[in-house]
């Protein structure tokens, strides 16, 4: 007989794993539709809410390492989304830049978060207990980090 702790149904790995692998098929038809991958659509969450970063910052939010995220930004570039430059204060920084084309898809994806969101309200997941949950992610985010 298995003991309880290598039960698969008593692994909380395995539900966070689950339930993002999920939540990012919600996503899949959304983001491709407008030729974007999810992690794509992160680095434009991202560069929305602050123009004009360098590699090393996009990277730290988006809690990746910058080998990981450049290549992504590679992509991005050739797609026309993001332009990449040195930095003018330091020349081994890379800064990158929204386009027009990437500040339009804005628009273009103004109903992705309320689609998503929809998608996961249940009857554990709320509105009202949406923040808390928030929080709880958050709490097990900064101790993995």
Known sequence: MIEEKFK??????????TASRLITQVYHPLLSEHGLTYPQYLVLLVLWE?????VNDIAKRLVLETN????LLKRMEAEGIVTRSQGK????QTIVK????GRDLQKKLTDVPETVGSAVICESVTPETVPGLFCMLDDIIKQLN
């Open 8 to 17: 698969l149904e008593n692994q909380l790995c395995f539900r966070l794993y």
């Open 50 to 54: 602050k123009d004009e970063q360098p």
């Open 68 to 71: 990981t995220v450049t290549p």
């Open 89 to 92: 204060k330091d020349a081994r």
């Open 98 to 101: 929204l386009t027009k084309k």
